[in-house]
Structures are given as C-alpha cells and as structure tokens.
C-alpha cells in the first residue's frame, strides 16, 4: 500500500486530483433537487452529499457549491423557502446525469433533460416523476462555510411520496428494491445492493 501526501495530490493536474478525492469519502448517495424561481422556472440539480441530521424534528442538509459555480438551486430555495428531493433510478440515470450541466437560469430543465415535471397540491417547487422516491423540504437554515466558500442547506421534511411495499414492519426502507442508485466520484453510479441487517449493538 502507498502512501499518498497532500503536496504530492495537490501538484496533480486539477480533474486527476478532484476525481481522486471525490471518490475517497465511498459510495454516496445521489438525488436530483427540484426547485422552482420567484419567476417560475424550474430547476434540477444533481446531489451527491445529502446526508441525515436528525429524526426529530426531521431535518436533511446537503452541500452547495460556491455560487459562482452552482447559482440556481440554492437562489430558488432562498426565494420559495421549497424543494424536492428525488431518488435516482437506472431508467433514467443518463438523463439526470444531464442536470449537472450548467444550463443558463431561464432554462427549464426538466424540458432540456426530458424529465417529467410533476406537482402536488400545495407543494410549490416541482417533483421528478420518474423518481421512486421522492419528498418535499422546507428551508431551514443556510450556512456558509467560508474555508471553501460552499454552503450546507439545511431543509425540514415536509412530506414523503413512495410505494408502501418498499417500507418494512419497522419503517425501514429497502432502497434496493426501490431502485435508488449511489454514486462514486464525480461521475460514476453504481447498483445498491443490500447484503443484510444487524441487531442494535450493544457493549
């Protein structure tokens, strides 16, 4: 086994060194945000680091990019206070892949993916119909984190959209037989496969 300095990864050629790094953190799951603007055009954006912070209440946050970089999804949420968060499936990997593009703001981005926009009543930002699984979130709290410009969106869960025979005696949900994929670096998907689960541990 070698071992990998940071000076040594930081003298690499810039997409080497990010896809590099990127797949370090594992398998990751992989979501498109839908969002709509003050002026009514929606937006989809791929996630990667959606990631748990509580059961109750029930919050989910996820990373932003710089503005410069990613300006739409998180200027949507600031403006509605509203988004969705949609599981990724095989059936339609290639086309949401396609919403990591930067599309100008008044693009609808469901039309330029061949996405189906899909609304609830009472749920202002739009839903990807395709998704198995999907919610609605409320924006709770944005923080930035200034060594790295990036934000972490912190969203309430408002309500849930799924087939009740993926949900377990105990409210587990098998992913797997949902479909929902992951993702590994910045491009690469893969199947969720589940292998078993274990008793609570105890000491």
């Not at 748990?52 to 206070?81: E, F, S, W």
């Not at 969106?153 to 992913?175: M, N, P, R, T, Y």
Request: charged share 20%.
């Amino acid at each position: 086994m070698r071992q990998f300095l940071i000076e040594e990864i930081k003298s690499w050629e810039r997409f080497y060194r990010a896809n590099f790094i990127n797949c370090l953190t594992g398998f990751k799951p992989v979501s498109l945000i839908g969002s709509i603007s003050g002026s009514g055009v929606p937006n989809l954006s791929v996630v990667s680091s959606i990631v748990h912070l509580g059961a109750d209440p029930a919050l989910i946050g996820y990373i932003n990019r710089p503005v410069a970089a990613a300006p739409d999804t998180i200027t949507n949420i600031q403006q509605t206070k509203s988004y969705t968060i949609n599981h990724i499936q095989e059936s339609f990997l290639h086309q949401a892949h396609q919403c990591s593009a930067k599309y100008l703001p008044d693009v609808n981005e469901f039309e330029a993916t061949s996405l189906t926009e899909w609304y609830e009543e009472g749920i202002v930002a739009p839903f990807v119909k395709e998704a198995a699984v999907r919610y609605e979130m409320e924006l709770v709290e944005i923080a930035p984190i200034q060594y790295n410009n990036t934000f972490f969106v912190i969203g309430q869960l408002k309500s849930v959209f799924l087939d009740e025979a993926i949900v377990g005696a105990d409210g587990f949900l098998d992913l797997s037989e949902a479909g929902s994929i992951v993702s590994i670096g910045l491009d690469g998907y893969a199947k969720a496969e589940m292998i078993t689960r274990l008793p609570y541990a105890k000491p």
